[in-house]
């Protein structure tokens, strides 16, 4: 049984086209105005993958934790300044009408702890492997911060701008609430078609593939399609310029206006996208899209395209930035997880690829035993300091990010103690089997949503030792400290 399952998964490669089926479509008509604002139509057509018959469906609105009155941080306080570079400034999204093909108005609200979730009611509940399709009019406010959702001196990044629908599992939507570290999101692969009006003088980077693009007057018009990504994001700039490079029939793009070594950004992107196919799988889509742009955090994953600050003073660390998000295109992008449950899961992976990529390109001078006792220090220094405060610290990694009461102890427990719990399996079974085990991951989880018993079963399925308790050790805390 074991052998069949294991020829069946290295048998096949990954088919956009097939991952493509029986999915969420987002149709969306955007125009980006001059004052920094959006007015959009996004046409749904929503795919019920659950068991139940669904009478309404919800929406993620991460714009609202940018608006005035929220109550969900979006920064923490000693980025603000950095992120508010320009004074007090709010975003905002407003949903004004929802309505059917025949123009029928449908009934909604805007709800959540903090007006994050719009839920569509339907006229007749959809069910189970059917779709419905219905329009959301909606307009936005672009903020003028360094934030993935906002504007800066450079550039207009336009992340987690739309309504996305919450994912349903176990029977309920899961609603999100904005948090000021941590990716706060999830959702699950959908097809993408947008039709985007800007300025002229912009140049524009975003997921999926630009198909078309015309101009009309003073504005540009482009079609944008994506098949079977995670969610959409967009970027765009007066400065940008842009170089770009083919390997194994996938386009890398360059974007940037501030970097001495683009050539070399470049390469590095190349060598990223080489290293993680070979190493865990095929990257399935056509194109990948590295982008400079204003940041308060070193940079940002969003399918097919990532956010690489332009505030990174040494080169070495913004190489690593490039790697980092690059790895997320495996570790969220294709195989997805709910980052604000199991933040460990695509973080810790993701930091623990970059150690790998390093492996195998010594030329970039960063050995994984220097990794792994810096990750050491600098977890032993975070755990002084907070025992010393506190007196004693929860060391448990899976935790949800409102659990986490600080950036620092997110930071420490889920990247630094997330990469030493990865680098403490790769140890245990050699990075060979390791390895394999993450070729497994990737295949069986691609375009789907993995949870840590998933991560954990594929290990134990691989290698065919029981491993939870390991596992656990390490999640809940309970590890014995060096
Ligand atoms: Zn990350």
Redesign the pocket.
Same mark, same amino acid.
């Given at each position: 049984m074991l052998g069949i399952f294991l020829i069946s998964i290295y048998g096949c490669s990954l088919s956009l086209d097939r991952a493509s089926k029986n999915l969420t479509d987002y149709k969306m008509e955007i125009i980006l105005n001059e004052d920094y604002s959006l007015d959009a139509n996004m046409q749904i057509c929503y795919y019920n993958n659950s068991e139940s018959a669904l009478s309404s469906i919800y929406f993620n609105l991460y714009p609202s934790a940018f608006r005035n009155e929220s109550q969900q941080e979006v920064i923490s306080l000693s980025s603000f300044d950095k992120c508010y570079y320009n004074g007090t400034c709010y975003g905002s999204i407003d949903v004004f009408e929802v309505y059917d093909d025949s123009g029928l108005n449908l009934n909604f609200e805007i709800s959540g702890d903090d007006e994050n979730i719009l839920i569509v009611y339907l006229q007749k509940a959809v069910e189970p492997e059917s779709y419905i399709q219905f329009n959301i009019d909606f307009t936005v406010i672009i903020p003028n911060i360094n934030h993935r959702f906002g504007y800066g001196e450079s550039t207009i990044n336009l992340g987690n701008f739309f309504p996305i629908a919450c994912v349903y599992e176990n029977g309920k939507w899961v609603e999100i609430e904005y948090s000021s570290y941590g990716?706060p999101f999830y959702s699950e692969v959908a097809n993408y078609y947008v039709e985007i009006t800007y300025p002229k003088s912009l140049i524009l980077a975003s997921t999926g593939k630009e198909t078309v693009s015309s101009e009309a007057g003073n504005k540009k018009i482009s079609v944008l399609k994506a098949k079977a990504v995670r969610d959409f994001a967009i970027v765009l700039s007066e400065k940008f310029k842009v170089l770009t490079t083919v390997t194994d029939k996938v386009k890398i793009y360059y974007y940037y206006y501030d970097d001495e070594l683009a050539g070399e950004s470049l390469t590095t992107c190349k060598k990223a996208i080489e290293a993680y196919s070979e190493m865990f799988g095929k990257y399935p889509y056509e194109e990948v899209k590295v982008v400079q742009s204003n940041f308060v955090h070193g940079?940002m =994953?969003y399918p097919n395209i990532v956010l690489i600050s332009d505030d990174i003073d040494d080169y070495q660390t913004y190489t690593h930035v490039i790697l %980092? =998000?690059l790895a %997320?295109q495996w570790w969220y992008g294709v195989v997805g997880n709910n980052q604000t449950e199991h933040a460990w899961l695509? =973080?810790g992976l993701?930091?623990f690829s970059c150690a790998l990529f390093y492996e195998k390109h010594p030329e970039f001078n960063v050995a994984m035993d220097d990794l792994i006792d810096k990750a050491n220090s600098s977890y032993q220094v975070f755990k002084a300091i907070y025992e010393d405060v506190l007196g004693d610290i929860n060391t448990s990694i899976n935790r949800s990010l409102n659990n986490f009461s600080t950036e620092p102890e997110y930071y420490n427990l889920v990247y630094v103690r997330g990469f030493l719990l990865m680098s403490s399996v790769n140890d245990l079974i050699g990075s060979k089997k390791f390895i394999k085990c993450l070729k497994n991951y990737y295949s069986n989880y691609a375009f789907k949503i993995a949870t840590p018993e998933n991560f954990i079963g594929v290990f134990e399925k691989t290698i065919m030792k029981d491993l939870e308790e390991f596992f656990n050790s390490w999640l809940n805390g309970k590890v014995i400290e060096f």
């Open positions: 990716d940079g =994953e %980092h =998000e %997320h695509d =973080e993701t930091e």
